[in-house]
């Protein structure tokens, strides 16, 4: 079964990236996903930039609004994610203990939708994460009497953007009850049932594409279903990752 990692990472892990810190924050982060790898776990990854180099974008009843930094204010804030393979929740969180970002911050681990995962892609351009929050209607509406309307508007939002040669990858993610929220303290493994922040809306799913500036993945996530009853935040992602 494929699981998504969510790392939160506080501000001074982001002040790391480029501080005299750098060095060993990166070599952190490329033994854990040297470890993902030789074990056979990793699917997919990708680091994202600062939160304030990002913009989260609504649409309700078709007027864009488009507010700048993430989509909540908190005080550890989405750094990067994983895609892995685990034969269980359990398993899943063994591989997340070691994780770089659950000493300072909080890792979620959340089960990928069995269907709508694409972790390949060839777009070109600079790469951004369209994080898709949603509502407890927009969850409820996939398996009930309105799937079709969802799932039929997801799949044409896919192939728009293939059809334009913008999609890297995506991921669908089980509701938010499913998630576990992994922490580190003083060497204890804290683990809580539920995602890492508790709002209205939930991280619904993930898609990296390829666009020429925030602007243009702006125009995109204004077509993403979810940017009418929910939110999307849109991100870079960390070049060269």
């Excluded at 040297?34 to 078709?62: C, I, Q, W």
């Excluded at 269907?115 to 994460?129: I, L, N, Q």
């Excluded at 398996?143 to 799932?151: L, Q």
């Excluded at 929220?181 to 809306?201: C, F, I, N, S």
């Amino acid at each position: 079964m494929k699981y998504m990692f969510l790392a939160y990472e506080s501000a001074a892990d982001f002040a790391a990236r480029t501080s005299k810190e750098g060095p060993a924050y990166r070599a952190g982060w490329m033994a854990y996903s040297a470890a993902l790898r030789e074990a056979g776990a990793f699917v997919a990854g990708a680091g994202l930039l600062a939160a304030d180099r990002g913009a989260t974008l609504r649409a309700p009843e078709g007027r864009r609004a488009v507010q700048d930094g993430p989509y909540a204010d908190t005080k550890e804030q989405l750094g990067g994610y994983y895609i892995i393979e685990a034969p269980s929740l359990d398993a899943a969180i063994e591989l997340a203990s070691t994780n770089p970002a659950v000493t300072n911050g909080a890792l979620e681990v959340r089960p990928v939708l069995p269907v709508g995962s694409d972790v390949g892609g060839s777009a070109k351009g600079d790469k951004f994460a369209l994080l898709a929050y949603q509502t407890p209607a927009d969850f409820a509406a996939r398996s009930g009497p309105d799937a079709k309307v969802y799932w039929d508007g997801w799949a044409a939002f896919g192939a728009a953007l293939r059809e334009a040669g913008a999609f890297v990858s995506g991921a669908g993610l089980q509701p938010a009850q499913t998630a576990t929220t992994l922490r580190m303290k003083d060497g204890k493994r804290l683990v809580q049932d539920g995602p890492y922040a508790d709002t209205k809306e939930q991280l619904g799913g993930v898609l990296i594409i390829g666009a020429s500036s925030l602007d243009e993945a702006l125009s995109w996530a204004a077509r993403c279903a979810t940017a009418a009853t929910g939110a999307v935040e849109v991100r870079p992602l960390i070049p060269g990752l």
